[in-house]
């Protein structure tokens, strides 16, 4: 049979809008995960773990100082969906990075992103709890090294997983601690509680905050009518690691030559005074540590009372004094922060996270979000050349097996 050449020609351009157009469609995590293990493993997962990522709205490189923190567990997660196996063999996917490990029986050098899930499974055998056989395949939408807490949502979901597979049962905040362990013993970043408590503790339109020496915290209520904007600068983070763990010391140095355990416990007033015991650049790390918790506690008492104003300009003061005494930002993050606080409707914008590249968070007037999203997508790419991910973000639900996995947002 001859086909007719117009036909072919009808073909052809069928195919490659086809083509062309499945080529922008994104699937969305939780199908992804969903979809690769019923490929893998030909059935059904028991059930589906969701475990959001965080945005930091005030109180950065404070919670290995002891300090107080004001994270948001935001609408995007890692889904991770799971099965009991009969064996103790660890079977897990990454479906983001395309990759398989099987445990104890791969015998090459394992994946980086394995010390996640497997330093979670030790921290648990090490607590006495039952890590049984699993196979998996988990997917995230939280953006990698963003400075929204990739890590933590990903170990919160493998502990959540296992708590159901070995039948026992912790708080939100001993499964937090026990990733934090992991994250410092296995991943070998010193870091401090907020990551992992947020991804636990996360709840619906509320920012926590958290005292990170006494663990007390509580859910504070996002304002009405107050959009939180992320805002990704697309730069990745770079000797993120390396320096963090650098910050750290400084700060553990800053409070053993003042005589403190950690310095949340030297008020602003104090260490003025105080400030000349310390080498200079130790004494410009420990600085923005105390503004900042001071800062903090008053900021808070702000948004409670509605004053946006106030609680705005603490978010200025907070990036200021992260790029110039902890120096924890970069050439985007500040383009990416002038950018937001010059618009507006912006009640405040500051880098996020752990610093050195990743998102920034504005708070704006509901109202004219959208405007404020076009507008510093516009002004970042004119200042970097770089095209900015930029969106307002919902706070959702801590780490949870979902009831209905057809409700994925935990909203
Ligand atoms: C990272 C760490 C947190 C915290 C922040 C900075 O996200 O994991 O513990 O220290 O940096 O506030």
Same mark, same amino acid.
């Given at each position: ?6 036909? +072919?020609?009808?073909?052809?351009? /069928?195919?490659?809008?086809? #083509?062309?157009?499945?080529?922008? +469609? ?66 897990? +996917? ?10 104890? @029986? ?5 994946? @980086?992103?394995?010390?996640?899930? &497997? ?18 395949? %988990? ?38 601690? =026990? &990733?934090?362990? !992991?994250?410092?013993? %296995? #991943? ?39 959009? #939180? ?13 390396? $320096? ?8 553990? *140095?800053?409070?053993?030559? =003042?005589? +403190? ?21 130790? !004494? ?8 900042? &918790? ?14 946006? *104003?106030? %609680? ?19 050439? $985007? ?27 920034? /968070? ?9 405007? %404020?999203?076009? $507008? ?9 050349? =770089?095209?900015?991910?930029?969106? #307002? ?19």
């Amino acid at each position: 049979m001859k086909l007719h050449p117009l036909f +072919i020609v009808s073909f052809f351009i /069928v195919h490659c809008f086809i #083509v062309h157009c499945s080529f922008f +469609i994104v699937m969305p995590a939780l199908d992804l995960a969903l979809s690769q293990f019923q490929k893998s493993f030909h059935s059904s997962p028991q059930f589906i773990v969701r475990s959001p990522g965080r945005v930091n709205l005030l109180g950065e490189h404070v919670d290995y100082n002891d300090g107080w923190v004001l994270p948001v567990a935001i609408d995007r997660a890692t889904y991770l969906a799971a099965r009991k196996r009969d064996d103790d063999q660890l079977s897990i +996917i990454a479906v983001d990075l395309d990759s398989h490990i099987q445990l104890p @029986t791969s015998n090459f050098e394992l994946p @980086t992103w394995s010390r996640y899930p &497997c330093g979670v499974a030790h921290v648990l055998r090490e607590a006495n709890l039952n890590v049984s056989g699993i196979d998996c395949a %988990f997917s995230s939408d939280v953006p990698r090294g963003a400075g929204l807490s990739s890590s933590a949502s990903v170990e919160l979901a493998f502990a959540v997983a296992w708590q159901k597979l070995g039948e026992w049962s912790l708080s939100k905040m001993e499964l937090a601690q =026990l &990733c934090q362990k !992991a994250e410092n013993e %296995f #991943v070998g970043v010193n870091c401090g509680i907020m990551d992992q408590f947020a991804c636990a503790h996360g709840e619906i339109d509320h920012a926590l905050l958290l005292d990170c020496r006494s663990l007390e915290w509580t859910p504070v209520p996002l304002p009405q009518g107050v959009a #939180v904007v992320i805002a990704d600068t697309t730069k990745r983070r770079e000797l993120g690691k390396s $320096e963090y763990n650098n910050r750290r010391a400084a700060c553990e *140095e800053a409070s053993r030559l =003042l005589g +403190i355990k950690a310095l949340r416990d030297i008020s602003l007033e104090e260490f003025n005074k105080r400030e000349h015991l310390l080498p200079p650049l130790i !004494a410009k790390r420990a600085r923005h540590v105390v503004e900042e &918790c001071d800062r903090t506690l008053m900021a808070v008492e702000a948004l409670k009372r509605n004053d946006l *104003e106030s %609680f705005g300009h603490a978010m200025n003061e907070s990036h200021r004094t992260l790029r110039d005494l902890y120096e924890v930002s970069c050439m $985007e993050l500040d383009a990416m922060v002038s950018a937001a606080q010059s618009l507006e409707g912006c009640y405040g914008a500051r880098l996020t996270g752990a610093g050195f590249g990743g998102c920034a /968070v504005a708070l704006v007037d509901a109202s004219v979000a959208k405007d %404020f999203e076009h $507008e510093l997508a516009k002004r970042y790419e004119k200042a970097t050349g =770089l095209k900015a991910e930029i969106y #307002v973000c919902k706070a959702s639900e801590g780490a949870n097996i979902l009831s209905d996995p057809s409700d994925p947002k935990g909203l």
